[in-house]
């Protein structure tokens, strides 16, 4: 296959996982909303992707499942800030605060890596990291509409800030992923760890999903968010990287958030104001630049998508 092709082929893998892991508040809100909780939520969900995308791994690359002493600290990272951190801290901010504002306060997760690599590691950014890290926040600033605060629930902005860092961890585990073992491996044995985890406290098998909900029955929402918003979308997102640079496919990823928003809109008649879509536009942009000048500069890694 030619490069040409080969571009064509990730871009539309990139594309897919942004749009179906864009979906995921849309899917999740209702079923919160009918009384399931944000743990209930994420414990059904990542029990029911383990099993499809362990089968799934089992069948393609069963070699990919093994793992030595020294690497399994990898999955169980995963597990932890992937599979758990990241989408139970949104689910608990899109309970809480509209599902656009929540995914975008998660994408400042780039920027958390930028600041990673710049005073931990030690790696000289170019001076756009920092131009594009100003945009960014100001436009953070427009969409929490830091001068009305008392209008964003609190514990809803802390936990959608909480995702962010565990987005952030997520992507720097999965730096170290590409290099020490197989992308698949990893991502199949750590829904596996978040899965146990989550199932010594909520077990997904007795998640309440009998309720009817504005989307439809809670069981249909949650086989649709643990297939397609989870399973589908890791998947995608791990074979685009195959075939795209990582700046190419973060800067693909940042659709996320106006997919969120743009359903969110269409589905449940959540609505941002002109001065929030004019921030969430400058908080993409900023991000965006974020991540192209500090991928060229630094090259941080091929991270792992996620939610």
Known sequence: MNGSGLNSRGLALALVSSLTFGASGV??????????????VTSARIGVA???????????????????GREWWLPVGFGLFGVIGAPLLFFVAAARIPIGIAMLLEFTAPLLVA????????????GA????MAVAVAGLAMVGEVWRSLQLDTVGVLAAMGSAVCTAAYYLLGEKAAGKHDPLGVLAVGM???????AAVSPPWLVPAGQDT??????LLLLCLAFFATAVSYLAGIFSLRALPSSAASVIGLLEPVVATG???????????????????????????VQ????????????????
Request: aromatic residues 8%.
């Open 263 to 289: 359903l969110a809109w269409w589905l449940l008649g959540e609505q941002l104001n002109a001065v929030q879509v004019l921030g969430a536009a400058v908080l993409l942009a900023g991000a965006a630049v």
């Open 192 to 198: 596996v760890v978040g899965a146990v985890v989550l």
């Open 115 to 126: 600041l990673w690599v710049r005073f931990v590691r030690g790696t000289r950014l170019a």
């Open 214 to 219: 504005t989307l439809g029955p809670a069981w």
């Open 50 to 68: 383990a099993v499809l995308l362990v089968a799934f791994v089992a069948v393609v690359r069963p070699r990919a499942l093994r793992f030595t």
């Open 129 to 132: 990291v920092w131009w594009g």
């Open 27 to 40: 899917l999740a809100k209702p079923v919160m909303a009918a009384g399931v909780t944000p743990v209930q």
């Open 292 to 307: 192209v000048a500090g991928n060229r500069a630094a090259h941080v890694g091929e991270p792992l998508p996620v939610e």
